[in-house]
């Protein structure tokens, strides 16, 4: 379930370097508003790019943000503030594009498990049984409350305008306007959520020049948090460890990737944090390889265990492609790595790999 609290918008137009602070939220009842509202910040929420920090001990923004939680500030309120610093910031660009930030507050639940299918001479005790267990479930569904801002960059487009010529008769014209906010579905350039109960940052930003000075304006300005890589950096930093140690070790790099894929994917719902010691056990069957790979892994700084978000974790590891070098394209779900019974690799006296796909049952063309 995902719900909206508050949402604000501020304006900054720096064509005619007028900022337009609003004094009240968005409404919400407004079934356009509330849908544009509620697409972006989920979109923002599930982003593999999303980078991760924590807010220095002595962050500002954490301080003001923690009171708001309590209830001890409005949100309209501390939205202002945040879209002052914002504009101010931006202002001092040589080139600033007009931009306008949004502001929300939202929640986010994970849908519940459904209830398992009972048999059809189910007794009432185990009909009430089942009943119990699913309550139990959606009530102890991890709900996460948070705040978040986006910076929605305005795209110049061209749009009809109705009007009328200097006989009366009406007349269609071309406009080019500057003020369109970004589609939904688009990728936001800049922006931050902080979770309520933990306190815990992610966001996306990019380097601008702010007087003379290459900063990053959320993290480093406004949050005052640390700057960490995404799950997706994390992810292809990983899997690139693994092909590299597999290759250095004569081992089919193709089946240790499935592997560490699988891997992932299969235990992305019981942490965020992948340990690298029971990884590495699953990805490589002999010693010299499993502590090449956490060297490798030590001296990319990465740990003993890597964050990963469970939603990233088990969209970019559900499934394994590999290329031949004769143009043979084969995609298959990365948890048939290690199993043999549907397909298997093989290494040919002569060097070249032969891969055998089992069990079939039929074969469509697409």
Not at 61 to 77: I, M, Q
Not at 158 to 185: C, K, Q, W, Y
Not at 221 to 233: H, I, M, R, V
């Amino acid at each position: 379930m995902f719900k909206i609290n508050h949402a604000v918008l501020h304006v900054f137009d720096f064509v005619s370097c007028v900022n337009v602070f609003s004094e009240d939220e968005l409404d919400l009842t407004n079934k356009n508003v509330k849908s544009y509202v509620m697409r972006i910040a989920r979109h923002a929420l599930g982003g593999m790019d999303n980078r991760r920090g924590e807010f220095f001990p002595d962050s500002g923004f954490a301080a003001e943000l923690s009171a708001y939680f309590k209830g001890e500030h409005g949100f309209v309120d501390l939205s202002v503030q945040v879209a002052q610093f914002m504009s101010e910031e931006l202002g001092r660009m040589e080139n600033p594009s007009s931009c306008d930030l949004l502001v929300v507050d939202f929640e986010d639940q994970e849908k519940p498990p459904a209830m398992p299918p009972l048999a059809d001479d189910a007794t009432e005790e185990e009909i009430a049984a089942a009943t119990a267990a699913a309550e139990a479930a959606a009530y102890n569904a991890r709900s996460e409350h948070y705040f978040g801002l986006l910076l929605l960059e305005s795209k110049p487009a061209f749009m009809h305008e109705v009007g009328r010529g200097e006989d009366g008769a009406t007349r269609n014209n071309i406009e080019h306007h500057h003020a369109i906010l970004p589609n939904p579905s688009q990728k936001i350039a800049s922006f931050a959520l902080v979770n309520a109960r933990t306190m815990a940052v992610q966001f996306v930003d990019k380097p601008r020049q702010i007087a003379g000075e290459e900063r990053w304006l959320i993290p480093d300005g406004l949050l005052q948090c640390t700057n960490e890589a995404s799950s997706k950096e994390l992810f292809d930093t990983t899997m690139g460890l693994v092909e590299e140690v597999a290759e250095e070790f004569g081992v089919n790099s193709a089946v240790a990737m499935g592997r560490a894929k699988a891997y992932l994917a299969e235990n992305a719902d019981d942490s965020d944090e992948v340990p690298f010691d029971e990884f590495v056990d699953e990805v490589f069957d002999d010693e010299g390889p499993r502590r090449r790979f956490e060297q490798a892994a030590a001296d990319e700084q990465l740990g003993d265990r890597v964050h990963m978000e469970r939603d990233v974790a088990k969209r970019v590891s559900r499934n394994h492609k590999i290329v031949t070098d004769t143009g043979i394209v084969l995609t298959f779900p990365a948890e048939y790595s290690h199993n043999t019974e549907l397909i298997e690799f093989k290494s040919a006296p002569n060097g070249l790999i032969q891969i055998e796909l089992k069990n079939i049952g039929s074969i469509e063309n697409r």
